[in-house]
């Protein structure tokens, strides 16, 4: 008896630390309900604090997430073997602020820093409106089979969040997304 006893409070603590590895306790997971869609009006607000989200595609998904400030990490590891792709939008859906398709292939990775305030994040497969500057694309674009699984993990942000970059710095950063936006946009027109 004694033995089986301490048999059973290691398994007990075993089991424990198996939980603990597998489910962070700052997991906040969120699941689709109904269909998030492919609209800015359609997106689904994610709860403060969310490091998961589980749903189903269709064609393709949008979240609405609130960034406290700082570089942020989402990827579809776990997904399985989907080729998937992410997009960050800002909450009007108008600009794309970062894209991945493979990282490694079939999943996605991609870390940004993202300012305090809303942004959208969309997932959808492999090459539907492949980097589209634009969430428009994908109302337009009903194609994809969809109908698959996936999981999209959010890390908390690193660095310190409430750090006030210098404003040269800034200035400079702004340029510099300004001549990327402008060679995007040259690159279109070519
Ligand atoms: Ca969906
Ligand atoms: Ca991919």
């Known amino acids: 008896m004694k033995f089986s006893g301490l048999k059973a409070a290691i398994t007990g603590a075993v089991l424990a630390v198996s939980a603990s590895l597998a489910a962070p306790a700052s997991a906040t997971p969120y699941t689709e309900v109904g269909d998030a869609g492919s609209t800015v009006a359609t997106a689904q607000l994610l709860p403060g604090g969310t ?11 949008f979240y609405l997430f609130a960034s406290l400030g700082g570089v942020y990490g989402f990827n579809t590891y776990g ?9 960050i939008y800002n909450d009007t859906g108008t600009s794309l602020l970062a894209f991945n398709d493979d990282n490694p292939y079939p999943n996605s990775a991609l870390s940004v820093f993202l300012a305090a305030g809303n942004y959208l994040v969309g997932i959808d497969q492999y090459s539907h ?3 589209a500057g634009d969430i428009s694309c994908f109302a337009s674009d009903g194609s994809d089979p969809g109908g698959w699984s996936y999981v ?6 690193t660095g310190p969040v409430d750090e006030v970059p210098v404003p040269g710095a ?9 001549g990327l936006g402008g060679l995007r946009r ?3 027109a070519a």
Do not use: E, H, W
């Not at 999209?152 to 942000?157: F, K, M, W």
């Not at 800034?170 to 300004?178: H, S, Y």
């Open 170 to 178: 800034l200035a400079l950063l702004g340029l510099g997304l300004l």
């Open 186 to 188: 040259n690159r279109k």
């Open 129 to 131: 409106c492949y980097s």
């Open 51 to 61: 490091t998961q989200i589980f749903g189903t595609n269709s064609t393709s998904d």
């Open 152 to 157: 999209i993990n959010i890390s908390t942000p």
């Open 79 to 87: 997904t399985g073997f989907v080729d998937t792709m992410l997009f």
